[in-house]
């Protein structure tokens, strides 16, 4: 077919691409462009970011092509709609792509190309790079790549963890937000080099992300790949994360959230927390992560909590067929965050409940490959262990408990605390 012929020159291939588009604009569900066997809905009418004056030279300012197209198909289509991003390098400052769209129509930004941030930090007047904000029913998918061109400024970043109220610690852009949204799906994309975190969501309601690549340099500082908070109902699936921070957290009000299938590493691996440092923090309920695997991350399985502070909880959260390759502390609750050892303060006010591992397997690099250091006045209940091992190279490991009795299942390796 015509397209197969494209492969050679850049141009040539935007050329075809916008043959293809005028093709498919004309009959929707007869011949789809797309390549990647997304189908177009009956009657969807398809933006193409190029023509409303986008240049993809990795150069030119597109950001007012593309607000014009989000300003279409959310605001002045009453048909379902995409923006169609084709091959090419498209240079983005900052956009906050509003809802709610009005009439409320689906919404699909298919990203073929890579979108470059501009690497000049002031111009994040809304704090974000690309904000979605209060849509329901958005798709973004594509196989393209959302660069966010960070490394200028993670020299600047503060270490947030020491003393996340400081004056001194502002959190960098995030390349994709999602501010109260619902019913989206972030499939086939890539994600690398945010300033801040890759993907945040908050307020949100159904989303799923899934077969996302999210990479940074190891050493790129609180470079998270998804942070959520304040969410219900979140997927996330088939995800391969390699990045700086934790691959994937989980803050306050993170409620029935599912992890399937992750490849995380190297990075701080998967987090709820750190809880209880404001007061009035939602709690974080319902957390079911299995079939994931973990190289070379400092941090596994963890939850953490401040010492002092404020009420809060975590419960009903599982970790199964989890396999681990050179994780630094493969299973922890840390109840004295950040104050750890010889913490002078007041035991967590954080309630830990309900927490499983079932089937967790591999290396650790570190002799202690269990730490369940809960808090005195909340003591961490219903903590049960089935079919672990966790060997320290070839070697045992040990595991050690404060302030709770867990249950244990089968066989365990490191053996049950004493
Ligand atoms: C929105 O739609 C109206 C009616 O179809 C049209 O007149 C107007 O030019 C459109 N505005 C934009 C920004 O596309
Ligand atoms: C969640 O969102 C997806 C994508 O929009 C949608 O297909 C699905 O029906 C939603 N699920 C519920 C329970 O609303
Ligand atoms: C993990 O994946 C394996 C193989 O695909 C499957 O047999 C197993 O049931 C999965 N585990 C869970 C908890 O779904
Ligand atoms: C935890 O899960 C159990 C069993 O699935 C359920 O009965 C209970 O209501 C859940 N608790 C919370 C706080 O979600």
Not at 183 to 192: C, G, L, P, Y
Not at 293 to 300: I, N
Request: hydrophobic letters at 35%; glycine letters at 8%.
């Amino acid at each position: 077919m015509a397209i197969a012929k494209c492969a050679a020159a850049i141009h040539i291939l935007i050329l075809c691409f916008a043959l293809a588009y005028n093709h498919a604009h004309a009959d929707p569900i007869a011949k789809p462009y797309n390549v990647d066997q997304d189908v177009l809905l009956p009657g969807e009418k398809v933006i193409n970011v190029n023509d409303l004056g986008a240049k993809p030279d990795g150069m030119t300012d597109c950001t007012l092509a593309f607000m014009d197209a989000w300003r279409m198909v959310c605001h002045n289509l009453t048909v379902p709609s995409r923006i169609l991003i084709p091959p090419g390098r498209y240079f983005i400052s900052s956009i906050i792509f509003q809802g709610p769209c009005s009439p409320p129509t689906p919404v699909t930004i298919q990203v073929q190309g890579t979108l470059l941030a501009t690497t000049d930090i002031s111009e994040f007047e809304n704090g974000e790079w690309l904000m979605f904000d209060k849509i329901n029913g958005l798709k973004i998918i594509g196989g393209g790549t959302f660069d966010g061109q960070g490394r200028q400024s993670w020299q600047y970043t503060q270490n947030c963890d020491a003393n996340p109220d400081g004056p001194a610690c502002q959190r960098n852009p995030s390349s994709l937000y999602f501010n109260e949204v619902s019913n989206v799906v972030v499939e086939n994309i890539r994600s690398v080099n945010p300033k801040g975190f890759h993907i945040f969501v908050t307020k949100s309601l159904n989303v799923t992300l899934s077969k996302l690549k999210i990479l940074a340099p190891e050493t790129s500082p609180n470079t998270n790949g998804i942070h959520i908070s304040l969410s219900d109902r979140v997927i996330i699936s088939r995800n391969i994360i390699a990045t700086g921070d934790d691959c994937i957290s989980m803050a306050q009000g993170a409620q029935n959230i599912f992890i399937d299938k992750l490849k995380c590493g190297p990075g701080h691996g998967i987090s709820i927390g750190s809880l209880g440092l404001y007061q009035n923090e939602e709690e974080v309920r319902g957390v079911r992560i299995q079939n994931c695997t973990l190289s070379s991350t400092t941090s596994g399985l963890r939850i953490d909590s401040w010492p002092d502070r404020y009420p809060c909880a975590a419960s009903n959260i599982s970790f199964r067929d989890i396999m681990m390759h050179d994780v630094k502390n493969p299973i922890i609750i840390d109840q004295e965050y950040e104050c750890y050892p010889n913490c002078q303060k007041k035991p967590s006010l954080v309630k830990i409940e309900n927490v499983h591992f079932a089937n967790v397997r591999g290396t650790t690099v570190s002799p202690v490959a269990v730490e369940l250091r809960c808090s005195k006045l909340n003591p961490c209940k219903g903590v049960t262990f089935s079919d672990i091992d966790l060997k320290f190279g070839a070697g045992p490991t040990t595991a050690r408990c404060q302030n709770t009795i867990p249950l244990y299942n089968g066989f365990v390796m490191p053996p049950a605390c004493v």
